[in-house]
C-alpha cells in the first residue's frame, strides 16, 4: 500500500491491485468520504486493468487533514494530482463513483490534459449543477413499489426530503440504493457506518466546494475518452442526468444498466466489467 504526501503534507494511502502492464486505473470513492475498500474489485474489472483506489483523507489508511476546511471536495484536487505525479504518470485513466465523481470532474476541468480516459459511475451531478426533479425521483422509486420494503422506504424519503429524517429512516430507505435487496447487498450497506467519515463528509459539499457554470464550461476542453455509466433504477443519477453529463463533453456516451442501482457493479457484474473494463481498456 503505497503511502504518499498531499501538498500540504497529509499522508494519504492508495490501495493498488490486480496485474497486467497497462498503468494503473485511478479510482476515486464517493459516499461521500467513505474509505475505498466499498468498492472491492469493482465487479471484475480489477481481472481486466490494475486500479489504484485512493482513500480520501481522513478515510480508510489515509491520515485526518491539521486543517479540516481540506475535506472540501475542490480542495482534494491536488491530492489526486499528487497521486499522479507519485504513480509516475504523465496521462491517466480517472474513475469515480458518485461523490468520488465530483472530485474527478473537478479534476478534470482544472487538468483536463493529463486524462487518458474517464469513467463517471453514477455520478453526483451536484458539480455541475445539475438536480434530479422530486417528481422524477419519486417516478424511479416507484418502480420497486412491488418489494415487502418499499412502503417503509418511500415514507422514509419523503422524511428525508423534509429534512426531518431519524436515523431509522435512513435504515428503512437503503434498500433503495441497490437494484436488489439481498444479502450482498445488506452485507455492502452494513460496512458503511465503519468507513465513511461522516464530520468530513459534511464538509465535502459544503458552500463554496462547486463552481458548476464554470466547470460546465470547462469540461469542454476534455479531449479524453468518456464514460458515464448508470443503472435505471439509480434516483440520484438518472438516466437523464447521464446523458445531460455525457452532453458537456467532446466525446462522451452513456450506458445504463437495466435494473441496477447506485452500485451497479453489485447489481450486474459481468455486465458492469463488461463495459466499464472494455472501456478502460
Not at 481481472?47 to 489508511?61: E, S
Not at 487538468?111 to 445539475?130: D, E, K, M, N, T
Not at 433504477?233 to 438518472?238: G, V
Request: hydrophobic share 45%.
Amino acid at each position: 500500500m503505497p503511502i504518499f504526501s498531499a501538498p500540504d503534507g497529509t499522508a494519504l494511502a492508495c490501495h493498488l491491485s490486480g496485474s497486467g502492464a497497462e498503468p494503473p486505473v485511478v479510482c476515486l470513492p464517493g459516499g461521500p468520504m467513505r474509505a475505498g475498500a466499498y468498492l472491492g474489485d469493482l465487479g471484475g474489472v480489477r481481472a481486466r486493468r490494475r486500479l489504484a483506489v485512493l482513500d480520501l483523507r481522513g478515510t480508510g489508511d489515509s491520515e485526518p487533514p491539521a486543517d479540516p476546511a481540506t475535506y472540501r471536495c475542490d480542495r482534494q484536487v491536488e491530492d489526486v494530482e499528487a497521486l499522479r505525479k507519485h504513480l509516475g504518470l504523465e496521462r491517466f485513466a480517472l474513475l469515480g463513483h458518485s461523490a468520488g465523481a465530483s472530485l474527478a470532474v473537478r479534476y478534470a476541468a482544472r487538468y483536463p490534459q493529463r486524462l487518458s480516459r474517464l469513467a463517471l459511475i453514477a455520478p453526483s451531478p451536484r458539480a455541475v449543477g445539475f438536480d434530479v426533479p422530486p417528481g422524477e425521483r419519486r417516478r424511479i422509486m416507484a418502480r420497486r413499489a412491488g418489494e415487502p420494503w418499499f412502503a417503509a422506504a418511500a415514507a422514509a424519503y419523503e422524511s428525508i426530503a423534509a429534512k426531518k429524517a431519524t436515523r431509522a429512516d435512513w435504515t428503512a430507505f437503503a434498500p433503495l440504493y441497490y437494484g436488489r435487496w439481498d444479502a450482498a447487498a445488506r452485507r455492502h450497506q452494513a460496512g458503511e457506518p465503519g468507513q465513511r467519515n461522516a464530520a468530513a463528509a459534511r464538509i465535502y459539499n459544503s458552500a463554496g466546494a462547486f463552481e458548476p457554470e464554470a466547470t460546465r464550461a470547462a469540461l469542454g476542453a476534455v479531449t479524453a475518452p468518456v464514460l458515464v455509466l448508470t443503472g435505471d433504477l439509480d434516483w440520484i443519477a438518472s438516466p437523464a442526468v447521464a446523458g445531460r453529463f455525457a452532453a458537456l463533453f467532446t466525446d462522451a456516451h452513456v450506458v445504463v444498466l437495466p435494473g441496477a442501482g447506485h452500485y451497479p457493479w453489485l447489481d450486474d457484474a459481468p455486465a458492469f466489467a463488461s463495459a466499464v473494463g472494455g472501456f478502460l481498456a
